[in-house]
């Protein structure tokens, strides 16, 4: 197997391949990518090419739609970037209270003075000035693996937290902690929050999420977070907020040309998974993905294709990657020719895998329309 590195993926992850598999950034033809942040939208696939693993949550950098519709199924590694990026939105939280950074610039500029910088310290601090987090409400939206951990850390840190999640699993439910509170719209959480952490994909739905109309229902001084995608918060909306006094602080991992230098801005240049052990957690759970899928057809973790867990490969299976509208015509290409057959959907996608005894299976089920991609396996 021939597994294509788009980007720096820490050792420990590459090494988990099996003998045989070469894993390198020059490789013609692979069987499976592995990314992190480089944008694919443009590249040509491999008609080989069966899998991409991104080493991280976000899978902005990658075609979906093109994808499944050439048979790819693409992963991610949820939570294994989560404690990264939670202690960076901790950093964020004091950051934008206790004005940091700007007391931080200001003390530079003393330099040269001398005996003097004690008494100009003393009598420039005031300016600097900012309010303790200890008993201050934050709004969480979105409660996945990172959301969770931020809001359990929240109140840990003595903080009232109020939660909105319109997809909480009953997973990420079960890990928060009993005092935060779940709310049923963002209007509660704008109503209540003096400070206000997003941890969810930006999508059609999300875009431009954080806007003036929604500035409108928040709180006067309200301090925003952005360690999960820049576009989720309306660029002009969030400028015109920090300089009529709406917002006192907007921290963004991901800061645009405009942002940079407006006073309440807190730039960081996305450094939320930015950590030895985030890399390699993600390098590590991406090539344990790719290697259960291409070795026994195994998906988890995808974000284009539904789960299913498999047993140890005995003899040859056959996999395909279909559309829900054809599972009829699948099944019926595989009689008598398949066993233990298993199938999963999830949003229009189908997966079909059973153990095949004939070989006149593949040419029946590559003439279904609507199958994506048909792997034999063994």
């Not at 890990?175 to 997003?198: F, H, P, Q, R, T």
């Not at 969810?200 to 995608?229: E, H, Q, W, Y």
């Not at 996305?270 to 950590?275: F, I, M, P, Q, R």
Request: charge should be negative; include cysteine.
């Amino acid at each position: 197997m021939n597994i294509l590195t788009l980007n720096k993926i820490a050792k420990c992850g590459t090494d988990r391949f099996p003998a045989g598999y070469t894993c390198a950034d020059a490789v013609e033809a692979p069987d499976a990518i592995m990314v992190r942040s480089a944008a694919m939208h443009d590249m040509e696939f491999a008609a080989n090419t069966v899998a991409i693993a991104r080493a991280g949550a976000g899978v902005n950098n990658i075609p979906l739609d093109k994808c499944t519709e050439q048979g790819i199924v693409v992963f991610n590694t949820p939570g294994a970037n989560a404690n990264a990026v939670k202690e960076l939105v901790l950093c964020g939280l004091f950051l934008s209270s206790r004005r940091i950074p700007a007391a931080m610039d200001w003390c530079k500029t003393l330099k040269g003075e001398g005996a003097n910088v004690s008494k100009l310290v003393e009598k420039g601090k005031s300016q600097f000035v900012g309010p303790e987090i200890m008993g201050k409400t934050l709004g969480v939206i979105g409660l996945g693996a990172i959301g969770a951990k931020v809001a359990n850390a929240a109140v840990a840190l003595g903080m009232d937290v109020v939660g909105f999640d319109a997809f909480l699993s009953a997973e990420a439910a079960a890990s928060l902690n009993s005092d935060i509170k779940i709310v049923d719209s963002l209007e509660a959480v704008y109503a209540a929050a003096d400070y206000i952490s997003l941890h969810l994909p930006c999508n059609d739905s999300t875009k431009g999420m954080i806007n003036a109309d929604t500035f409108a229902k928040m709180k006067d001084g309200v301090r925003i977070l952005n360690f999960a995608r820049g576009e989720l918060v309306d660029n002009a909306s969030v400028i015109e907020a920090l300089s009529s006094g709406k917002a006192a602080a907007y921290v963004t991992d991901f800061p645009t040309d405009e942002q940079i230098g407006v006073d309440g801005v807190v730039a960081l240049p996305h450094l939320g998974a930015s950590t030895p052990e985030s890399e390699d957690n993600c390098a590590v759970m991406a090539a344990d993905e790719l290697t259960a899928y291409l070795e026994k057809g195994e998906i988890i973790n995808s974000v284009n294709a539904p789960a299913m867990r498999l047993g140890a490969l005995n003899g040859k299976r056959v996999c395909v990657l279909h559309t829900d509208a054809c599972i009829s015509a699948v099944m019926a290409a595989m009689e008598g020719c398949t066993a233990n057959v298993t199938t999963a959907s999830r949003k229009g996608v189908s997966y079909t895998v059973a153990d095949m005894s004939c070989d006149c299976v593949v040419e029946k089920l590559n003439a279904v329309e609507g199958v994506y991609r048909v792997r034999v396996i063994g």
